[in-house]
């Protein structure tokens, strides 16, 4: 298995501009997680989907911030406008629902927005 | 001004000791608890899990133990290598699948 696949590596972006992050989960994992980590606020959850449906989106920052899992092998996380202060590496991780699984993450996408 | 960042604690070792991680968890309702490595550059990496209805669980040269009495995790790594650098989290399932990092611990690994 390739694991948790996401896009890009890295993002340099001017102020202002739309960002689109990317990711693939594991194939069969039903549970899809958006963190981002910063020196600051360490890591923090963002959203999470089960079954390609949101389910807690209370630590999206602002609106600027949108997540969409259109289905089952793919989720994207979208800045629009973005800003510096969203500089951050954002992870994508799945895991399968309904027990005690552990969560796997993906490599994620330092984005820096200058 | 600029704000200051996160300072981990650090942990040094002597490459070839024991070295013991520990971590403080918030919610007592909390039924699953996972440890992950990080690499410099990679994603957190799970190392071991246990739940809340055993008190110690033991893998590969890792052991994690679990006090809920007082909401204490603890990560030992038996006979610490050079590859065992990385920064170390607790993370704990708070329920509805919303697993909450601690702030985590650098562990440096001395030749």
């Known amino acids: 298995d390739a694991g948790v696949i996401q896009s890009p590596r890295h993002e340099v972006t001017e102020m202002g501009q739309e960002v689109t992050l990317r990711c693939k989960p594991i194939?069969?994992?039903?549970?899809l997680f958006w963190y981002r980590q910063t020196m600051m606020r360490g890591l923090e959850l963002l959203i999470y989907?089960?079954?390609?449906?949101?389910?807690?989106d209370s630590g999206m920052p602002e609106d600027r911030f949108s997540a969409k899992m259109p289905n089952a092998s793919f989720s994207t996380l979208k800045i629009q406008p973005s800003e510096p202060r969203d500089s951050a590496v954002y992870f994508c991780?799945?895991?399968?629902?309904?027990?005690?699984?552990?969560?796997?993450f993906g490599s994620g996408t330092r984005l820096t927005v200058v | 001004g600029e704000s200051v960042g996160l300072h981990l604690p650090t942990l040094s070792v002597q490459e070839g000791d024991n070295s013991i991680i520990n971590c403080a968890y918030s919610?007592?309702?909390?039924?699953?608890f996972i440890w992950y490595k990080q690499e410099s550059g990679k994603g957190p990496q799970f190392i071991i899990d246990?739940?809340?209805?055993?008190d110690k669980r033991q893998g590969q040269r890792v052991t994690v133990l679990l006090n809920k009495t007082v909401k204490h995790l603890s990560l030992q790594i038996a006979a610490t290598q050079p590859g065992d650098s990385a920064v170390y989290f607790c993370?704990?399932?708070?329920?509805?699948?919303?697993?909450?990092f601690g702030q985590g611990t650098r562990l440096t690994i001395n030749p």
């Open positions: 993370a704990e399932n708070q329920g509805a699948q919303k697993l909450v």
């Open positions: 246990i739940r809340s209805n055993m």
């Open positions: 991780a799945s895991r399968l629902s309904g027990g005690f699984y552990g969560y796997t």
């Open positions: 194939s069969g994992h039903n549970s």
């Open positions: 989907f089960n079954n390609n449906v949101p389910i807690d």
């Open positions: 919610n007592s309702a909390s039924d699953y």
